[in-house]
Structures are given as C-alpha cells and as structure tokens.
C-alpha cells in the first residue's frame, strides 16, 4: 500500500504511530512535503472495521477538537471484501477509503474514495457513527 498510494520519494510515511505525537494510536502516519498529515487506518477484520467507531479519538472529548489539529486527511485501508461497511464509515466521518487486494500473491491498493478536505470530526460525524455500531 506504501509503494503504491505513498512512495517514498514524496511521503514520509511511519508505521504504528503512538501516543507520543497523536493522542491516540494510528497505524499509519504519511506526511507530504507541503507537511500535509494522512492518517490511514488499517482494518483486516469485519469485526475491527465495525468496532472502530468505539475509539476515543471518536468521542465527544475529541470531537472537533483535537484531530483537526494534527490530520488533514483520513483514510481506512480495507480488502476489497469490506468495501461496503467502509464506504459507510467513510462517509460518516468524511474519510476516505483505500482497497487492498491480492492478485497473483502481489498486493495492489488503490484509493477507491477519496475523503473530504478533513478538518476532524464533527458532533453529526459522531452521531453517524452511533447508528453504525
């Protein structure tokens, strides 16, 4: 997913990001030149992706607050067979969804929707999220 959506030559992208610069965990920080931060949310379990809107980084503590102030854009990384429940997350809280499938044991990825200009979460982000769980 790095190579192909966040090369190297363009993005400085750092794996399993915790509680030392975010107030939460990512899984995947990519910061463009121009100092734009992605955040990408990694979901291989239908389980996880449906339980995601539990997250504080989700609540109202941090609702409008705090993500705004670090994350331009988030996006959730998902196979293709949870496209659905993603797309809907996605639109919920204005992220964006990128679609990882295995085709002659290569990984592809590709941005299948691309997230709203981000300025973190809102009170109806939340509440969108509520109805999803």
Not at 5 to 18: D, T, Y
Request: glycine share 6%; aromatic share 12%; charged share 25%.
């Amino acid at each position: 997913m790095v190579r192909c959506l966040f090369p190297p030559r363009v993005w400085a992208v750092c794996p399993n990001v915790s509680w030392g610069l975010l107030p939460w965990e990512a899984d995947l920080l990519a910061v463009s030149k121009n100092e734009r931060i992605h955040e990408i949310e990694i979901k291989t379990d239908i389980n996880d992706l449906r339980r995601d809107h539990l997250k504080l980084k989700w609540s109202a503590q941090f609702c409008g607050k705090t993500m705004k102030n670090y994350i331009h854009a988030y996006w959730l990384a998902v196979p293709v067979d949870f496209l659905f429940e993603a797309a809907a997350m996605a639109k919920a809280i204005g992220g964006g969804v990128i679609v990882c499938e295995t085709k002659d044991g290569i990984i592809y990825a590709r941005k299948e929707i691309w997230p709203k200009k981000w300025s973190g979460p809102t009170e109806k982000n939340i509440t969108a999220l509520e109805f999803m769980g």
